[in-house]
């Protein structure tokens, strides 16, 4: 079982910068794609970003699509979500989750397995 844990999270003003990180713990980090989430309050878990094992292919939610970057370093296990240009509708908790392969099959939140714990990111206006 693969242990995620996000950090990097908290408040910023509109038009700031955020960079979110996620610690892998296990073997084999690159053999899976991996992918962040939000869920802002009262609202779905929504897809933000994924990349495959070997970094080469991303994607990105159309609301995030030129302002986020994903990345990994896979000789560390982590993973990042580089924030910028934040507006206020982009304050949600934000989850790492790994993904089923190596590649990116699917954006739902469920072919996405472990999970982590979630760091706030709250974006005043």
């Known amino acids: 079982q693969v242990q995620l844990e996000e950090s990097g999270g908290g408040l910023v003003q509109a038009g700031g910068s955020l960079r979110l990180s996620c610690a892998a713990s296990?073997?084999?980090?690159?053999?899976?794609?991996m992918g962040w989430f939000r869920q802002a309050a009262g609202k779905e878990r929504e897809f933000v970003a994924a990349?495959?094992?070997?970094?080469?292919?991303?994607y990105y939610a159309d609301s995030v699509k030129g302002r986020f970057t994903i990345s990994r370093d896979n000789a560390k296990n982590t993973v990042y979500l580089q924030m910028s240009s934040l507006k206020p509708e982009d304050t949600a908790v934000y989850y790492c989750a790994t993904g089923r392969a190596r590649y990116v099959t699917s954006t739902s939140t469920t072919d996405f397995r472990s999970w982590g714990q979630g760091t706030q990111v709250f974006v005043s206006s």
């Open positions: 296990g073997r084999a980090f690159s053999n899976y794609a």
């Open positions: 990349i495959s094992g070997s970094g080469i292919n991303t």
